[in-house]
């Protein structure tokens, strides 16, 4: 079995900050700070790079909403709809041999010492099948650290106005 992993459509993946009010939340209070626009959220996703990374690295750097563990990700399949696309990614790779996702984003910040952490954006249930599977995952990575110029600047700026 094999998963291919693509660039995510960013501009499929707004929701998961426009209408979740955890990440909003994290965006907030961890980077202190809010998009205004899908345009602005759309330009910081955009700095991202596809990067594989273990399970084992990321549950060291796991900082939130990522579901690492079995009883987390149980807890997620309690949800029908959840489950219902995470069974026909499974059933699909199972009797094709292959299958072809988006990655998973993941948004990378540091600690006040400079450690690595990682918020699941967008994609658990992606990665959570490849993992069953024993399957690499490749991510599509923010880092937040080479974004701080951008962040700062959307943030003092017309929303309106971009460069």
Known sequence: MHISWTKPRLERETDEYFENDYTKQFFK?????EFKTRSLLLRFLAGGALKPLSFGYLRRHAGDN????GTDFEHELRNT???ANYERMLN???TEG???LPAPILIEYETSQGTPLYYGFAGNRRMNLAWHLGLEV???IVPT??????LAWIKTSNPMKVP
């Open 29 to 33: 209070h961890r980077l202190d700070h």
């Open 66 to 69: 990522l579901t690492l563990g």
């Open 81 to 83: 709809q959840y489950a």
């Open 92 to 94: 699909t790779i199972q």
């Open 98 to 100: 292959k299958l072809v």
């Open 138 to 140: 490749v991510f599509w």
């Open 145 to 150: 650290r080479t974004h701080r110029p951008l």
